[in-house]
């Protein structure tokens, strides 16, 4: 049974900074591409970073230079460090993993991040 199970959410004031993790169970995590979406109420989930099992990342441009991704492939984590939070930034956070041949796609249940003052 596939397990993607994200902590590290809360609230922060803008400007501040937090630290996502996402613990993979269920999965061959190294065969996956590992990635961190986002969704606020009303819009589409939205992808926020992807690190693939061959180390590359990409980033949505309203994050780059302020969040970085990374992961850990002895421990099946993915971590998603934020600094320089704004209320744009506000969403509920959620992890993937995602691989082709054959195609699956596995979300966590989220996570909650909230930027206020």
């Known amino acids: 049974q596939v397990q993607l199970v994200e902590s590290g959410g809360g609230l922060v004031q803008p400007g501040g900074s937090l630290r996502l993790s996402c613990a993979a169970s269920?999965?061959?995590?190294?065969?996956?591409?590992m990635g961190w979406y986002r969704q606020v109420p009303g819009k589409q989930r939205e992808l926020v970073a992807v690190i693939t099992n061959g180390n590359e990342l990409k980033y949505a441009e309203s994050v780059k230079g302020r969040f970085t991704i990374s992961r850990d492939n002895a421990q099946n984590t993915v971590d998603l460090l934020m600094n320089s939070l704004n209320h744009e930034d506000t969403a509920v956070y959620y992890c993937?993993?995602?691989?082709?041949?054959?195609?699956?796609?596995?979300w966590g249940q989220g996570t909650k991040v909230t930027v206020s003052s």
């Open positions: 269920g999965v061959s995590f190294r065969a996956y591409t």
């Open positions: 993937n993993a995602a691989r082709e041949l054959p195609s699956r796609s596995f």
